[in-house]
């Protein structure tokens, strides 16, 4: 079971990559990769809460969401650092 936190990091940080860029495409107003990367989002999230709330116990629940807040600092980063899809 202790596998589910090291992947609530690497999903905490695939999930704020995806946020960082979806409010890049908003503010460059394009539209359907915007829409796309909101669903994904989305989707991620509530797959993570729901896992994090149905699988684990209380004491571990507290620990993977410290890890997956970890993780979604990492990812903002990461998408702050690289341009990805911000060509003009």
Same mark, same amino acid.
């Given at each position: 079971?202790?596998?589910? &936190?090291?992947?609530?990091?690497?999903?905490?940080?695939?999930?704020?990559?995806?946020?960082?860029?979806?409010?890049?495409?908003?503010? %460059?107003? %394009?539209?359907?990769? /915007?829409?796309?990367?909101?669903?994904?989002v989305t989707i991620?999230?509530?797959?993570? &809460?729901?896992?994090?709330?149905?699988?684990l116990d209380s004491?571990?629940? &507290?620990?993977? &969401?410290?890890?997956? /807040?970890?993780?979604?600092?990492?990812?903002?980063?990461? /998408?702050? %650092?690289?341009?990805?899809?911000?060509?003009?």
């Amino acid at each position: 079971m202790d596998y589910y &936190i090291i992947l609530y990091f690497f999903v905490g940080i695939l999930q704020d990559f995806l946020v960082t860029l979806n409010w890049r495409y908003i503010a %460059k107003h %394009k539209i359907a990769p /915007a829409m796309l990367l909101s669903f994904l989002v989305t989707i991620t999230t509530m797959l993570v &809460i729901y896992n994090i709330l149905s699988r684990l116990d209380s004491q571990r629940s &507290i620990i993977a &969401i410290v890890i997956y /807040a970890s993780g979604v600092a990492v990812g903002t980063f990461l /998408a702050m %650092k690289f341009k990805v899809g911000m060509e003009d």
